[in-house]
């Protein structure tokens, strides 16, 4: 039977480095021609299309061209068989460009959003905005639609009809939608917001193109791989994966038989800056990871070429800072190849230190030209800003944490971070990065101040922080490159009262809806007020509502306690309904002021069930038993352990003590965490004993009672007193 390859090994060859930072649609590899090699053309934030090849070891440009605003989307176009056209989308502008990089067609569309996606066929274009999808017929708007979140990816293909292209749109609230003209077929729920969507074809041959059944693979923010079929009728998921070391947000995809075994793999690039390559055995069941490689660097577009060789096809892959990177299949070594090889080596070596002693003397040159600015001026002189920075600042459910990304151009030297409300930093990479956290003294100092520093050369650092829930304010953060003279640049991140809850699906929610407590609001708003107010508490909630839906429909799942939180509102009414106490308290009291800032006058009733509150106590209990718990595992882990160095057969142990052996190291991680989680757990139960108290309208007298009750005499019969339930 077919199986993938497991001995792959790739070269890396830098071809190109922009100087600008790229988006996500602009790369574009070229048919072949007579030499049955490819070009590749990248577009970057400064307007700057490229064109280049790649020959005896060099990069060649071939042309370049440059448009008024960034690059963010470049496709070939024509009729349906022969797309001899390309065309880029700069803003609201698209542009048709010849394969020799002449402007032959200009359309400003007059969109309201910068154009993110573009097909064309014949007179026909579509274009993908933040929100809007719009279909042009010869310059004149054909067809309309909106989606009802952000979309993240897009990809035209003919699966319902071959009259009419239909489009795949990936969406934030992690459903992927097939549109037809105006309107939604029919969409499928994914694990997570995808971020990337390609074709693929189970045979490399392609030989399933007049099959009714198109397949299509995905990747996610938080790293899902995925593969779905659809037709003209229906949407079927076949397949997910993931794994704890595959994880990592999923920025580009795309499909090829790259290893020549008459199955496609899939290609894989991720925020991390991981390549991945998956292979399949015998068909398209579940992916299998064979080989994976980190470029130092997020990517932004991955993608295959014929560059060196017409017999065998390179991955191509462009990473945020614009550096295009070709990794190729390297050859078993010879004597031959080798010599070749190191005489390549040492040629291209030469060449670059003759480019750093060149770019040295320029650096210093304008070094001197500062110097002597500075010295005349009795003032600071002041810097242009010129950092670019890729940031990321999204909640992990798996983790109950957010992640913190800050990617530059150049290598960073260290990192700030101050926030107005307490904070905690739950993992960094101690190999990139050195982080302190500071003690603060309170009163109106800030409540969190932490330095990362970064300890070799990286452009890219990620930290993981968690705010307790119900606590909301600013995370801000000081970016500083490693570069003479010193710059800073600040990013701002609001942390919302509820934090830790993402959006999901209803049909994601598995089983029935627990019994909630409820939170009625009427009075005088709109629903365009109300889902303002909404999206002061929550992470998740679109930017934009569409004005066809009267009633909306919103649920939340708390990635640390798994509570539910169902919002349903429409024009003067809301209502809200949760397992949670403390988060109808924080929608409460969140929406309140900011309803009062805006004068406007509405009425809040609340319908606070005894089993819900029963509920969460014993879903909190059972996380801080476990914690309590791991401290006699890993003794009894010990002691199994040194069995184990005795005794060759282990077989007369339980399932359970064979389960605890396996994840020993797992374990022992988790007891190094367990007096922050412990910690966290018990704020949770505070937590839940004020909002008690104040949907009862007294004051929480025995807050200090309770601490000391979880601290040295904890058991769930001594905390239910509290509650009086």
Known sequence: GISPRMDLNFGRIDLL?????????????????????????????????????????????????QLDTKVSSIVSGGSRTVKD????????IIHGITKKGKEFFRMDTTLAEPIRGLFNENESFITIGDYVLNHFQSINTKYFYMASDRINATLCEFITSDAEVDVLLACQDRVIRCIQGSE???????D??????CRYHPSSSKTNEASVDKMFVYGTSNGVLGAFTCNNTNIKKVWTHQTEEESGGITAIAATDITHNGIQEILVGRED????????????????????KSVGESIQSIGHAHMISPDKEDIVVVTYSGNVILLNERPPVTSATKEARDSSVDKR?????????????KLEQERKKFDKVAQESSVAVPLPQTLNINDR???IPQEACY????????????????????????????SISITTVTAVTGGDHPQFLATTRVMEDSKRVELKVRATNGQAGQLIAFVMPLASPKTCQTLIYNIKPLSLYYRVQLREIKGPLPEFSELKITGVFTLTEMHSWIAFCLSDVPDVIRSEDPEITYYFVSSFSGTILQCQFSQNMATFGSDSIVTLLALKETISREATARGSKISINTNIRDQSITDVLRMYDEKASYQLSLSKKVKLIQALQEIRSQEPNMDFLSIDLKTMLDNAEEIKKQLEQQPRELNFIFEMFVEMYIARQKFKGKNPTKTADLKRVLETNYSLNHINHFFEV
């Open 17 to 65: 480095q922009l100087g600008h930072a790229v988006q996500s649609n602009t790369l574009h590899i070229l048919p072949a021609g007579k030499s049955k090699l490819q070009k590749i053309l990248i577009g970057d934030n400064s307007g700057t299309i490229t064109c280049f090849s790649f020959k005896k070891g060099e990069t060649l440009i071939r042309w370049k061209m």
């Open 85 to 92: 056209r390309l065309f880029a989308g700069g803003g609201q």
């Open 184 to 190: 939604e077929l029919y969409n499928l729920p994914t």
């Open 192 to 197: 997570g917001p995808a971020t990337c969507l």
């Open 273 to 292: 800056g991981r390549v991945q390559v998956y292979g399949f055995f015998e068909g398209p069941t579940l992916p299998k990871l064979v080989y994976t």
């Open 349 to 361: 070596m030469k060449e670059l230190k003759a480019d750093i002693d060149k770019l040295g003397e």
């Open 393 to 395: 600042f999204v909640l």
């Open 403 to 430: 992640s913190l990304t800050i990617e530059i151009a150049s290598n960073l030297d260290c990192i700030l971070l101050q926030a107005n409300l307490p904070l905690e930093i739950t993992d960094v990479n101690k």
